[in-house]
């Protein structure tokens, strides 16, 4: 499976224009016309929707092996933002070429769905925790979904700000400050600039 959809991201990074954007890049926008796709080779970035009052809710992360901008199949217009949030090596391939591909190779076809119904997958759990768990049940599955173990203990790697915190969760950041300061007060977190330490098991319910 691996390499069929190496085998795909190959063939469509040979049609494709590539080039590095920085940190803080937009690469599409929420809304624009949807005329090509992209492929991500290094860094990493970050799909974003604009939701009430302003406020941003963070869908996925993107990494190596990964595309985005898959809806320009459709004709649609992009359902959503990506941002670079480290410096990305990435290829953009026309619309026209990833026709080209997919009508000529029905085994890459065949790949694409696949990775497309596993991103629908990914889209449905989102929506489904942000609709179900309230603020602090998304906070705890955030930490343990992003926890690593380091020198003995459990660490949610950085910098993690309390605005970015915010926008995965879809909560307001004034509520992700007041949970990170009850949690750090029960000796259950300690924060840095860097990292976010899990000093012991977080409370099932705040």
């Not at 990074?13 to 690469?27: F, K």
């Not at 290094?42 to 985005?68: K, N, Q, S, W």
């Not at 489904?128 to 906070?139: E, H, I, K, P, Q």
């Amino acid at each position: 499976m691996v390499e069929q959809a190496d085998a795909l991201l190959t063939e469509l990074a040979r049609r494709g224009e590539t080039r590095t954007w920085e940190p803080g890049s937009t690469v599409v926008t929420e809304n624009e016309v949807a005329d090509c796709m992209y492929i991500v080779h290094t860094g990493a970035l970050r799909a974003v929707v604009a939701g009430d009052a302003g406020r941003v809710v963070e869908l996925d992360t993107l990494g190596p092996g990964e595309f985005f901008g898959e809806l320009m199949l459709s004709g649609e217009r992009r359902s959503a933002s990506v941002q670079v949030t480290a410096r990305a090596l990435l290829t953009r391939v026309p619309r026209t070429a990833v026709d080209e591909v997919l009508a000529s190779r029905p085994d890459l076809a065949l790949q694409m769905i696949q990775r497309l119904v596993q991103r629908v997958r990914t889209l449905t759990h989102t929506v489904t925790r942000l609709a179900s768990v309230d603020v602090y049940g998304r906070l705890v599955g955030l930490f343990e979904a992003l926890a690593m173990d380091e020198q003995g203990l459990r660490v949610v790697p950085g910098p993690m700000s309390q605005a970015r915190i915010a926008e995965r969760l879809g909560a307001s950041r004034a509520m992700v400050n007041r949970l990170l300061q009850d949690l750090a007060r029960g000796g259950y977190i300690e924060v840095t600039r860097e990292r976010i330490v899990l000093l012991k098991k977080l409370p099932p319910r705040w």
